[in-house]
């Protein structure tokens, strides 16, 4: 089993510029999770899917993020425009069913200049 | 709504000896999960254990073993025969149980320096 698998590890992009991060998740998982970590807020809950259809987009931080989950194998989260504030390690996690940990992915990390 | 307090930003121990770091929690609920992750200087977030709130005994895998009072609302994770890759930053969660709910709330983080 590969794990959880993000694309790109690493990104620097332009203010205003679009941005997609990618994520294939593990095999049988039925959840999937978009976290964000940086010094200030720590690690913060963006928005998660049960069976491809998202459950709790409640941490989305405004209308410039976007994600989805065309089907059980990929989903995509965007950022556009991205800003500076945008900064930050975003990670993808999946898991087998309710009450089991998480396996993440080992992350992008997102510098907008 | 449920939070995640770890009230030690960082520690330090040394190698072969045993640590524990605190968590406490606020919650309303009676039937949760509660996890330990670490996070490596290589960024990856790996689960180190997992407790199930109704099992009155404590979670234990190889070195790492937990000290969970639900009614104290603490969740503490020590760390025997500390070694060099245990360096890492710690963090507590809590996930909620049944329906569909499967968020996980994590605390702050504590930065463990294992010294040789």
């Known amino acids: 089993d590969a794990g959880v698998i993000q694309s790109p590890r690493h990104e620097v992009t332009e203010m205003g510029q679009e941005v997609t991060l990618r994520c294939k998740p593990i095999?049988?998982?039925?959840?999937l999770f978009w976290y964000r970590q940086t010094m200030m807020r720590g690690l913060e809950l963006l928005i998660y899917?049960?069976?491809?259809?998202?459950?709790?987009d409640s941490g989305m931080p405004e209308d410039r993020f976007s994600a989805k989950m065309p089907n059980a194998s990929f989903s995509t989260l965007k950022i556009q425009p991205s800003e500076p504030r945008d900064s930050a390690v975003y990670f993808c996690?999946?898991?087998?069913?309710?009450?089991?940990?998480?396996?993440f992915g080992s992350g992008t990390r997102l510098t907008v200049v | 709504a449920q939070t995640v307090t770890q009230s030690q930003p960082e520690m330090s121990v040394q190698e072969a000896e045993t640590v524990t770091l605190s968590c406490t929690y606020d919650?309303?609920?009676?039937?949760?999960?509660l996890f330990w992750y670490k996070q490596p200087p290589s960024r990856q977030m790996i689960l180190v254990i997992r407790?199930?709130?109704?099992?009155?005994q404590n979670a234990t895998e190889n070195r790492f073993s937990v000290n969970f009072q639900k009614a104290a609302k603490s969740f503490s994770l020590k760390i025997s025969d500390s070694q060099l890759g245990d360096t890492a930053m710690y963090f507590c969660?809590?996930?909620?149980?049944?329906?569909?709910?499967?968020?996980?709330?994590f605390g702050t983080g504590t930065l463990l320096a294992v010294q040789p």
């Open positions: 996690a999946s898991s087998l069913a309710a009450g089991y940990g998480y396996t």
């Open positions: 095999s049988g998982h039925d959840y």
């Open positions: 899917f049960n069976n491809n259809v998202p459950i709790d």
């Open positions: 919650t309303s609920e009676n039937n949760y999960y």
């Open positions: 407790q199930e709130a109704y099992k009155q």
């Open positions: 969660a809590f996930m909620k149980h049944g329906g569909a709910t499967n968020k996980l709330i």
